[in-house]
């Protein structure tokens, strides 16, 4: 059969579709990482549904080795790109209240015990409650009367922290999604690539 050349039609059509494949596959997956910030349920399932979809159709115009890699490499940077967006949106556009911890109480959780922050902020003239938990900065050392800082995300899409517990996006966290990404994207040129090769040696 003819070998198809670099120039030829079938070689150029397969160009936008690499490129888009490098650079639509991470800005989607990143999108589902930020739509689960939100907190909804319904927004969850939605983007694991889009999640997946992204990364089957990805892996297989990839080919199947690299294809297993991209699926593989592509849901671990969703799991890291969506709190890496959450610690850096919420340190550039969050707003700081002072508010004082009304009371502090404790619940079991399979790997110890977990406390949760009565919060109550007053800047607005009447009393405003948060329930902040130990992920978003509640601590067990922290005791009823002490004075803490809220951020909270003026777009009400982020959860409310205390300020001990925003730092802005660390530089392990930013070099780990960047590694993902880039590993990500360098197996979907070598996928396409090879794709094209073996097409042309038919």
Known sequence: MKGVGLNSPKASRRWPVTLGLVVLTPLILAGCGWLNQGGSTLLLMGSVVVLMLVLVVAGALCGAGPGTCVAVLG?????????????????QRGTRYEAVIADISSYHRRHGTGHTCTVIRSDSGRNLTYRIDDSQGCDEDFEPGRHVTLVVDPEDWLATRL?????????????????LLAAMDAFILYGRLRRRAGRSHR
């Open 75 to 91: 849901f671990t940077f969703a799991l890291f790109v969506g709190p890496a967006l959450d610690d850096y949106v919420l340190d």
């Open 163 to 179: 300020s001990n517990d925003v730092n802005g996006l660390s530089s392990g966290h930013a070099w780990t999604v960047g590694g």
